[in-house]
């Protein structure tokens, strides 16, 4: 890909989006990892650094100080307005008066924390009319990796076709300091968490597998390829059949031949 080409297109592309919905700029969610500090710096780049608010939603006890730090740092070097809102009292509240509330279910716990911060990133945007930019990327997109009506409810998805590998390399070009670049990716919803170890596989490894079989290459040949085992393999492909309601349009009935 020329990385180059590719940051012009997603300016034009965020700058397009937000002209077509009237939109007097964005709001994002930051979280101190490296997709939000890109969006950032994109979105910065494409409205204007005063058209664009960055908010940090941590949960005290979960999101580590440093988080916190490098979200503010993203936001003074992109030159973007910010909030840190700690969403910790939000979930305690929606958890007391869920009657069925399971406290062992660390997945539940984890995609209502998701939820709630796609509906404070929606406040922000509807009270300063304004459009919510999405920083899930394509390898994230293609095995699921995201919560439905959380990270995935958003108006648009600029690095949407960007695998997580070339998140980096755009990253390092547009200026993103290398210590949020290099950092290890976590969707910080429960201690200790991280990406790669939750998907068993590093992202250098799924982006190639991915690549491949998006070509037309077999799983076997994919797998062989990259050098990745069987296990790693099902589990890439499990993940990808099993989530790929998430970029479906809502199911609806058809009532046509009764008309």
Do not use: C
């Not at 990892?33 to 608010?53: Q, R, W």
């Not at 440093?66 to 503010?72: H, M, Y």
């Not at 740092?73 to 069925?100: C, M, Q």
């Not at 958003?154 to 949407?160: M, Q």
């Amino acid at each position: 890909m020329d990385i180059e080409k590719a940051r012009e297109a997603i300016v034009g592309f965020i700058r397009e989006k937000a002209k077509e919905a009237n939109a007097e700029g964005a709001v994002l969610g930051i979280s101190g990892g490296v997709d939000s500090a890109l969006v950032a710096y994109l979105a910065a780049e494409a409205l204007g650094m005063d058209k664009v608010l960055g908010i940090h939603l941590p949960e005290l006890g979960i999101i580590h100080a440093k988080d916190v730090l490098d979200a503010a740092e993203v936001a003074h070097r992109s030159g973007i307005e910010f909030r840190n809102i700690d969403i910790s009292k939000i979930l305690t509240v929606y958890l007391e008066n869920i009657p069925d509330k399971d406290k062992g279910a660390v997945h539940v716990r984890g995609n209502l924390k998701a939820r709630i911060r796609m509906s404070m990133l929606y406040y922000y945007a509807n009270m300063l009319n304004r459009i919510v930019i999405g920083t899930t990327n394509k390898t994230e997109l293609l095995l699921g990796y995201f919560t439905k009506h959380g990270d995935g409810g958003v108006d648009i998805l600029p690095i949407g076709d960007l695998y997580k590998t070339e998140v980096w390399e755009l990253s390092s070009l547009v200026g993103v300091p290398e210590i949020i670049v290099n950092k290890v990716p976590s969707a910080g919803l429960w201690n200790g968490q991280t990406d790669e170890k939750e998907l068993g596989i590093t992202y250098k490894e799924v982006d190639r597998f991915l690549a491949l079989l998006l070509k037309g290459e077999t799983s076997e040949i994919a797998r062989d390829t990259v050098g990745i085992t069987v296990e790693q393999a099902s589990s890439v492909i499990h993940r990808i059949k099993m989530n790929a309601h998430k970029l479906k349009t809502i199911p609806i009935a058809d009532l046509g031949m009764f008309r």
